[in-house]
Structures are given as C-alpha cells and as structure tokens.
C-alpha cells in the first residue's frame, strides 16, 4: 500500500553498503520507518531526505513492518541545525527523547506539531535552553508523567507555593512538605515559570527572557522530573552535558 505523509526525520542509520533507515515522527500515521534506497551515495536525489531533523513530505510503499521510500520532497532541511554543534546538540536530544518515548504507529500529530514547532524555534534562534524545557515538559505531557503543580499532589490543596516533588509528580504544599524529604526548592520566579511551561503550546511561542539562574533552576528540575518518571538514558542528553561542562 502506497502512503503519504508529512513526516520529520528522528533517526537515520546506514544499512547495508548504500541505503539507510529512516524513523519518522508523521503528522497521520505517528511513527514510523522507512528504507531509502542508495542514500549513503553522493549523487542520491534522496540523500538529504535521511538527514535527521529533515521536515519533508514522504511517498513509501508499506505492507508489514518497514517502508519502502519511493518518492519525497524537502519542506523544511533544517540544515542549519546540523552545521551548529549546540543546536545540533539539543535538537539531537529533543529527537531521541521523541524516538524514546513514542510507540509505533501511536497517533502523533500533536507530538509532531510540538517538535516542528522545537526545531523551528531553534532555528529562529530562540533562548535553546527555555524551549528545549518546554518540549521537555511537553514529552511528559504525552507520555501522562506531567506534574501536577497546581494543586498539592499530597492533600489537594491550591498549590500557590510550593515545593517540587518529583517522586510524587508535583506540587507540595508548605503542610505536606514533610512527606519528601527530597523535595526541591524553586525560587518564586521559577515556580510561577514552571506552571506556564506545564500549559504553554510551542507554536504560540514568543520572545521570553529569563535570568540565568532561574533557567538553570527550570533544567534542573526538568532534568529531575523526567528522570523520575521516564528514566531513560539518552547519549544526546550525556553528550549535552559535556557540552554544558565546556560552556
């Protein structure tokens, strides 16, 4: 059967002497992959359509199982993205944190409209560190692991201070604070951030400033919450790391 979509490429590895295997996060048919044939050659007409964080329309011909290219179309190369190592870093991450935590052929256009929207952020040169938080706490969102922050995951109570429980999913409130001795401490700027990432579409997204120590702040209980409730270990995110140990 011959399908088309619009798909973005979230992983891209060789097979064989020429072709590759592309992952596409699609806007119709979630996840899925796709073999194009002679690839790795220089003069392919294909070659750039399995480049990772290519946005393109795709024709494959699927039966069972893996695809077969048959005809695509760039929309958008992101080459950009690949020829800057800190925003080739963080995309990279924002791809495998996708690839790891969406099923095959689970529906994904919501999935799809935040990452574009992430890569399209990046590339207009947007604050890397507050939008790849965002797409953090979207992943979250469809995996069903976003806090709570609100109300007091404990005793249900308006969470208007609080501190950040990421054993429990969210907000404690002052009486319930007790109950997770490891609990974190956010400054009152990062709190009220942290509530706006939780309901903030990327697509909406404008110019925010947002003082360093309060982004380092958000990263770390971002960092902490997905640790909780996905624990997976990513090389992009170790290798994100590095990079922040050099900055």
Do not use: W
Request: hydrophobic share 40%; net charge neutral.
């Amino acid at each position: 059967m011959l399908y088309r979509v619009e798909g973005i490429v979230i992983r891209s590895m060789d097979y064989g002497e020429s072709n590759k295997i592309v992952t596409l996060l699609t806007k119709s048919q979630g996840k899925v992959g796709v073999l194009i044939r002679g690839a790795k050659k220089m003069r392919s007409r294909h070659s750039s359509l399995a480049q990772l964080f290519t946005y393109g329309e795709f024709s494959y011909f699927r039966t069972k199982g893996l695809g077969t290219l048959n005809h695509g179309e760039i929309i958008q190369s992101h080459h950009d993205l690949r020829e800057d190592l800190d925003l080739s870093a963080h995309a990279a991450y924002a791809v495998e944190l996708t690839d790891r935590t969406l099923h095959e052929d689970e529906p994904g256009i919501y999935y799809f409209e935040q990452l574009n929207a992430y890569l399209e952020a990046l590339s207009d040169k947007k604050d890397t560190a507050i939008v790849t938080q965002l797409y953090e706490m979207r992943v979250l969102d469809f995996a069903g692991y976003a806090p709570q922050l609100e109300y007091c995951v404990q005793c249900g109570q308006e969470a208007a201070v609080y501190k950040l429980s990421v054993q429990f999913g969210g907000a404690l409130c002052p009486r319930c604070q007790h109950n997770d001795r490891f609990a974190v401490t956010l400054s009152e700027g990062a709190q009220k951030l942290l509530k706006l990432y939780r309901l903030m579409d990327l697509r909406r997204l404008g110019n925010i400033q947002v003082r360093e120590e309060t982004k380092q702040e958000l990263k770390k209980a971002m960092r902490a919450l997905l640790d909780a409730q996905l624990g997976l270990q990513l090389k992009s995110r170790a290798f994100l790391e590095q990079l922040d140990k050099l900055n």
